[in-house]
């Protein structure tokens, strides 16, 4: 491959995992996998909002739940907004709703995270390539 | 623009939920969505029948396997506590 060819694939690569993170899907919109981004778009977005929706948008909280902000923040850099709203501290979340909440945001970013994964793996290898069975057409 | 705000209001205070057994029941939406996300970065190619099938036999899997976890990690609180 040539050099210059290789620059390409390389920021095309880059291009597909900074959409996929910013917009859940997106990145395997751009490798032309439309049904497996509908799939991931509905999926991850439902599943981010149900957790803000049980725990309120406090459960984003970059200050007192740090750790549980690094897999929310692997949703979407949205979130990042959010979390600059609850800094404020005026939303609050306590108890088993804001535990189900931060589990259900985090472990939305972390699907997404692998979404991402998978969007760039399936760009380096070409469509369809991807590891795993074969299946009947 | 009044139910907009609404909806958005919605999500600025948490939802009640106790501290009893039902609330453990919202482990299964989630593991809905984890099977779903799974399957569909790890099959090769999508069909729609095909992706439904394999997604809830996984999710069966993971619901029997988490209640099985469930049940032996109680037995085991029981156990210990007397």
């Not at chain 1, 497996?36 to 739940?65: E, Q, W």
């Not at chain 1, 907004?81 to 088993?96: A, D, N």
Request: one cysteine or more; a neutral charge.
């Amino acid at each position: 491959m040539p050099k210059q060819s290789k620059i390409d694939h390389g920021i095309f690569l880059l291009v597909v995992a900074v959409l996929a993170w910013t917009v859940p899907g997106a990145g395997h919109l751009v490798i032309k996998e439309r049904k497996r981004a509908v799939i991931i778009f509905v999926t991850i977005t439902l599943t981010f909002i149900t957790g803000l929706y049980i725990g309120s948008v406090g459960v984003i909280d970059p200050v007192g739940a740090w750790p549980w902000y690094i897999g929310q923040m692997m949703a979407s850099p949205a979130v990042g907004v959010l979390g600059q709203i609850t800094r404020t501290g005026h939303y609050t979340s306590y108890g088993k709703p804001a535990d189900i909440g931060q589990i259900y945001t985090c472990i939305a970013g972390l699907l997404n995270l692998l979404c991402v994964i998978s969007a760039v793996y399936m760009a380096y290898a070409g469509r369809g390539e991807i590891i795993g069975e074969d299946e009947d057409v | 623009m009044c139910e907009f705000g609404l909806i958005v209001a919605t999500f600025t205070s948490p939802e009640n939920i106790g501290m009893d057994v039902k609330s453990l029941l919202w482990v299964f939406p989630l593991l809905a969505s984890v099977a779903v996300i799974y399957k569909a970065t790890k099959v090769r190619v999508i069909f729609l029948r095909r992706f439904f099938t394999e997604t809830l036999v996984l999710f069966c899997t993971l619901c029997i396997v988490m209640t099985l976890i469930a049940a032996l990690l109680h037995a085991g609180v029981w156990i210990i506590t007397g």
